[in-house]
């Protein structure tokens, strides 16, 4: 099957009587017997093609235009009870086959809610100076399954998982109710009916029920209802409200009338369960929601029933402390209007009114027997009960071809007397229209730094949806602090008044990810909180896409590293604070233009910490009027400041957190090669303080039963323990005024109260140091000994088998060689603290041990044993005691002493660890791999192993439930299937020697990791015959999560890893034959081929309509793969570097396969040429310098730099280049992009 992009509907969405997006192949044309021809038992036959193709007599007007298949039909009206002449244009590729994308490059999906389910939502962004809403949507019912403010505990709309959301969300969610005259014809229908969805497996015709698409846009949702027998089409679009001091979300429903008479209608529209504001309510909601409802009220804010006010009396805390409710939920509805101001409509929210006698909300029993006048003139009651909001539409006359739309905006204010001002403001004339152009503008313009322009727009498309998504999930950085042109022609590093603030990021929380707990502030500037790994990973292009973040990233997170090796789960946003109050005094009185604001505004200043949202917030609050734009006003404030990195603990902690800072070097040494020695040396990063203290194996080797109870076992429980000491410690620091902890809390200190600061070249060595005090016993894999796995946290069980990570020793293995790079180039000497000196000393004194004991492995002909010799059990006993050692008396805290380390110590020390490293590398792939039809030969490294104690001695400890603890004696490896991962890592330590890359590729194309069905890779071989022991993906039915299924971001990892080898065909190959988005099949991917999933069922899934179907929508690590992806394609991995004269050049090297300049595939768009006619194509480069890139040959461009540039200045002048390398102050101009206005490269 193949699919194009391009203008499937106009702008607007119209798209009646159009082609069916369902197969290619048939374009709708074929009879049901060569439709059979298509089925198999894993592809669904669709038999619903197109409404044309249903009837004989219609009028088929087929013709080419410009290239352009344009079809046409209209029904005879003889068959049309309405008489309408429902058609319109459908775009359809040269090949006959229908395009998958509309005009605005939205998704087009038709009979939305007859093809398999799936969630998605709004992006909840409002702007940098916008109040956001969440807004969940599913393929089912009117699409708003769920939408609030902040979290799923401030919903209007309840949030309900997505299994309970496609059952729902057509009966609790928005609702639309029509009744209609034309003529002597009366007619009454719901638009999006589940009652009237098509039957799409069914083989009888079904010319009288209505067609319905869906359009997927980045920052928009929308659906469409053709009702061609009354005549009806109705269009429901939603959007965030963007750039605005109040949120909502803007739901718009048009009416037209696509017959050939007038038609009077009336109309109910809006929200069959709307929640009242209340506090936390969502366990309420599920656990006692009819007592909630006691508590429930709807109010008005004005005189009528235009402006309902939904709160309850009080929060429901049972508590002495009793909280009044003021706060409310609004709903404002009104006819558009783009030439004069508009009216409020009423609101009907008794839900008895509209439903009557139907408790179960299916038909609006209410409605039907009454008039909509009937239903605004008679009493309605909200109290005690869960109201409803629906605007009141009444005989509105529509002559043929005209439409009205009724737009609605639910949101939040804080008192009820702010509900008015926002009624006035939303009804000016045109101020819709603006709002909905805006929202999809704002979203253009923050992904055109992305902006790719090849033979694919497929392609270019996704590009830009990964790069939205990858700033959802890991924030999109905005420089604050520009205050003059020095400023702003300067970087993190080079003006201390820059600084660096994450926007609109958030955990990946949603209806299928319902496990998390999401946050989204609700203030301008708006962020939340995400888990360590994800936002670690997805800002690993920050520097790329804003080079002036310079080293932020990397200080930020390296800062995050403990005293024993580990991190928190939780990044926050940074705060900023004013350290001088006579600084916050001035810049307070220059802000203002009255005293009392300037008072106010001092005190604020100089009050604590404080992020950009919460300022504005309190302004507000607190009705300070400040005389400056807020733009200005912020980067005043911020230049002024300090800024600090924020995290907390969370929950245990995660053997893969450290993984992903050599990713963060590298991206800032390929923009900033020149900055590394400063770096490295001479910046001093804090050590974060948890208040979780990882236990010795003394205290966490635990003596159980078996699960068959018949024998026991040594199990590695319970490894982190909350320190009630480290608490009573952070105490110090708790505000009296406030009660919150200060922020000094969360760094480690001396004892006389110094926050202890190392370089991050120290912290990367001590780093180092631990995870290799940390290796298995076997010295192969990383230790799990925190209590949680590694990236595959499926393997939750894993650390309780006593297991180890061989990813974690790649990245070890690259991290050790970072280290002994940097102190081999610049010979400086690194400080310590004392207490890693003498762990260090101890770990050396082992080694010396060990190797004079002289150990070797068995010959390559003998296989290893998996009992662990003495010797290396001997050795892991004392390393890992040395460790325990440090960490006890780090514990609370450092000592403030130091010791510095000779560069040529440290490498030597290195060289001899590297040395254990690579034999232990060896001895994983002699050991292997064990499973189903895995006999361990492979040759393809393992990722996991286990270890079974089998000798041990009780030391008289017991843990928290009364289990006696042991020290083991003895140990024996255990070994699990092939997983992705291993082979993955692996390939970042042969990275330079392409004979390996492409053997390593071979063999796990060839492996049990291959899904030859889907041509993807499973994220692990079969899991048959496994202990449940190793987690909850034994749990999952095989093909489900992460039980073989493909995961797609491990999936990506492994392609990144191809491009970074430079297989450059095969990397290629996989993407075009379906491996990587938007090159999918769209019927088995069965959502946009623009947003990623978490996972797509595999081949191996029982079901087999769910092959290759994606869940779990976008927030995907993924993304961050993509977009590095993307760089290496079109920039290269070094885009700045330091010639033999270290002198700073730069250089684009792209990977650039040559279909992207010209296509013979049909589907493609037509090429791009130049003056000369030869073959361009162009991009972004960093975010805001167009390039374009002339390819003369039009061969592949893999790896190879132009022969000559012309760098087009902003003042006009150009530079002409000859060669491949750009270097002198003309490279440092490009790398601060203001003065470059565009650059074309020639090959």
């Known amino acids: 099957m193949s699919y194009q992009n391009g203008n499937g509907a ?97 998704y087009v999906l038709e009979d939305f809610d007859a093809k398999p389910s799936f969630s998605s939502f709004l992006p909840a962004v409002a702007g940098v100076y916008g109040i956001p809403v ?68 069914s083989k009888e015709d079904e010319e009288d029920l209505p067609k319905r698409i869906m359009f997927i846009g980045p920052n928009e949702c929308e659906i469409k209802e053709i009702d061609a027998v009354n005549g009806i089409t109705t269009a429901v679009k939603y959007i965030v409200l963007p750039e605005e001091t109040f949120g909502a979300l803007v739901r718009r429903t048009n009416f037209t009338n696509t017959g050939n008479s007038p038609v009077t209608i009336s109309a109910l529209d809006g929200l069959a369960k709307l929640e009242p504001v209340g506090g936390k309510i969502d366990w309420a909601l599920k656990n006692m929601g009819r007592t909630l409802e006691g508590w429930m009220g709807v109010y008005q804010a004005g005189d009528g029933i235009t402006m309902p006010y939904y709160r309850m009396s009080t929060e429901t805390a049972d508590s002495a ?103 006035d403001h939303i009804t000016k004339a045109g101020y819709v229209g603006r709002k909905f152009e805006q929202a999809r503008t704002m979203i253009n313009d923050l992904t055109a730094s992305v902006e790719t322009n090849t033979t694919s727009h497929l392609f270019d498309g996704a590009v830009r949806q990964m790069f939205l998504d990858n700033s959802l999930r890991g924030g999109m950085p905005k420089i604050l602090g520009d205050v003059d042109e020095s400023a702003r022609y300067s970087n993190y590093d080079e003006d201390e008044r820059v600084k660096v603030f994450h926007v609109f990021s958030r955990i990946h929380g949603d209806l299928e990810r319902d496990y998390n707990a999401f946050f989204i502030d609700d203030t301008y500037f708006s962020q939340g909180h995400g888990n360590f790994r994800d936002v670690c990973q997805n800002r690993r292009d920050d520097v790329t896409f804003t080079p002036r973040i310079g080293s932020f990233d990397v200080q930020m997170f390296l800062s995050f590293i403990q005293a024993d090796a580990y991190e928190p789960l939780t990044v926050e946003a940074v705060i900023y604070y004013i350290k001088d109050p006579n600084v916050g005094a001035q810049i307070a009185g220059e802000s203002t233009s009255d005293p009392k604001s300037a008072e106010i505004l001092t005190n604020i200043l100089n009050g604590g910490p404080f992020r950009p949202g919460q300022l504005f917030q309190l302004i507000g609050q607190l009705g300070v009027i400040i005389s400056l734009p807020k733009e200005e006003f912020i980067n005043r404030i911020t230049a002024a400041s300090q800024d600090l990195a924020m995290a907390t603990f969370g929950q245990g902690y995660w053997g893969d957190h450290w993984d992903y800072y050599l990713d963060l070097i590298h991206s800032y040494l390929a923009i900033y090669p020149d900055g590394e020695e400063s770096l490295m040396y001479d910046k001093s990063l804090r050590y974060f303080f948890s208040t979780a203290t990882v236990k010795p194996r003394s205290e966490k080797y635990v003596l159980t039963l078996t699960y068959d109870g ?33 922020t000094e809390a969360y760094w480690q200190r001396t004892p006389e109260g110094e926050v202890f600061e190392s370089s991050p070249l120290a912290k990367l060595f001590l780093l180092g140091s631990i995870k290799y005090a940390t290796r298995d016993a076997y010295g192969m894999g990383v230790e799990y000994e925190g209590g949680r796995p590694g990236w595959n946290d499926a393997m939750n069980g894993l650390p309780g088998m006593v297991g180890s990570g061989m990813p974690e020793t790649y990245e070890l293995h690259q991290m050790l060689g970072y280290v002994k790079k940097v102190v081999d180039k610049y010979g400086r000497s690194i400080v310590i603290p004392t207490e890693l000196a003498d762990m260090i000393v101890e770990v050396n004194s082992a ?3 060990l190797q004079a004991a002289g150990y070797t492995d068995p010959a390559p002909t003998e296989d290893i044993p998996l009992a662990v010799p003495d010797v290396l059990f001997n050795y892991w006993n004392a390393v890992a005691t040395a460790r325990e050692k440090y960490r006890a008396k780090v514990e609370y805290y450092f000592s403030g002493e130091t010791t510095e380390l000779a560069a040529k110590d440290v490498s030597g020390m290195i060289s001899r660890w590297l040395g254990e490293v690579e034999m232990g590398m060896a001895r994983a792939i002699r050991v292997g791999s064990h499973g189903f039809e895995d006999n361990g030969k492979s040759g393809i490294p393992p990722s996991y192993f286990s270890y079974n104690i089998t000798k041990w001695e009780l030391n008289g400890g017991k843990n928290t439930v009364g289990l006696p603890t042991v020290n083991a004696l003895a140990m024996e490896v255990g070994r699990f299937p092939l997983f992705l991962e291993g082979p993955t890592r692996y390939l970042k330590t042969v990275i ?27 994220v692990s071989a079969s899991l048959k015959g496994q202990s449940y022991d190793m987690g909850r993906m034994m749990a999952f039915s095989p093909g489900w999560l992460e039980n073989q299924s493909i995961w797609m971001h491990m999936s990506y990892k492994y392609y990144l890893e191809l491009l970074r080898g430079k297989a450059y065909d095969k990397f290629y190959s996989e993407m075009k034959g379906g491996g990587i988005l938007p090159f999918m099949d769209p019927v088995k991917y069965g959502r946009s081929l623009m947003e990623c999933s978490s996972f797509l069922a595999s081949s191996v899934f029982a079901d087999p309509s769910f092959h290759g179907r994606g869940f779990s929508a976008r927030l995907s690590g993924s993304t961050a793969e993509f977009l590095s992806m993307w760089k290496l394609i079109f920039i290269g991995s070094h885009p700045y570097y330091l010639d033999d004269d270290d002198k700073l050049v730069f250089s684009l090297k792209p990977a650039v396969p040559s279909w992207m300049f010209k296509d013979e595939d049909p589907n493609s768009a037509d090429p791009t040429y ?43 002048s150009m530079k002409e280049i000859t060669g491949g390398v750009i270097s002198g102050d003309l490279a440092v101009t490009i790398r601060k992009i203001w003065g470059v206005k565009s650059i074309d490269a020639y090959f």
Request: hydrophobic share 35%.
């Open 10 to 106: 106009n702008g607007n969405g119209v798209h009646t009587n159009g082609a069916n997006g369902h197969s290619s192949e048939t374009n709708g044309l074929l009879s049901n017997t060569t439709k059979q021809q298509y089925a198999s038992p894993s592809k669904p036959v669709y038999y619903k093609w197109l409404i044309f193709a249903l009837g004989g007599a219609g009028l088929l007007a087929i013709a080419a235009v410009n290239g352009w298949i344009h079809v046409q039909y209209t029904m005879p009206q003889e068959e049309n009870a309405a008489g309408s002449s429902a058609s319109s244009e459908v775009s359809i590729g040269k090949d006959g086959k229908m395009k998958l994308f509309d005009s605005a490059n939205r």
């Open 134 to 201: 969440w807004a969940f949507y599913v393929n089912r019912g009117q699409g708003i399954a769920s939408f609030g403010f902040e979290s799923k505990e401030y919903p209007i709309m309840e949030f309900n998982a997505a299994n309970k959301a496609y059952q729902l969300t057509p009966y609790v969610g928005m609702r639309t109710f029509l009744k209609g005259s034309r003529g002597n014809k009366k007619f009454q229908i719901e638009p999006f009916s589940p009652a009237n969805t098509r039957d799409l497996y």
């Open 847 to 849: 080694l010396d041990t």
């Open 321 to 423: 402390s009793v909280k009044i409710e003021l706060a409310g939920h609004y709903l404002l509805s009104f006819i558009e209007n783009s030439d004069t101001d508009a009216d409020l409509l009423p609101i009907i929210y008794d839900t008895n009114a509209v439903f009557g006698r139907d408790t179960s909300l299916t038909n609006p029993d209410g409605f039907a027997d009454k008039t909509v006048k009937e239903l605004t003139t008679n009493p309605q009651y909200g109290e005690a009960r869960t109201s409803s909001g629906f605007a009141a539409l009444d005989d509105y006359t529509l002559q043929p071809g005209e439409s009205v739309s009724i737009v609605s905006f639910y949101g939040k204010v804080d008192h009820i007397e702010d509900v008015k001002p926002i009624a």
């Open 992 to 1018: 330079d020697d392409e004979d390996a890359v492409n053997d390593m590729y071979g063999k796990v194309r060839k492996s049990g990791l291959r899904d030859e069905e889907l041509k993807m890779y499973f």
């Open 710 to 742: 018949k024998s026991h076992h040594v199990l590695q429980l319970d490894s982190t323990t909350f320190d009630t000491d480290k608490e009573k410690e952070q105490e110090q620091f708790r505000s009296s005024k406030t009660g919150i902890l200060g």
């Open 1170 to 1212: 130049d003056e000369n006619g030869i073959l361009t194509i162009s991009f972004k480069l960093f975010a805001h310098i167009p390039v374009t890139y002339h390819n003369s040959k039009g061969t592949d461009l893999f790896d190879v730099a132009p022969n000559s540039y012309k760098v087009t200045l902003s003042d006009g």
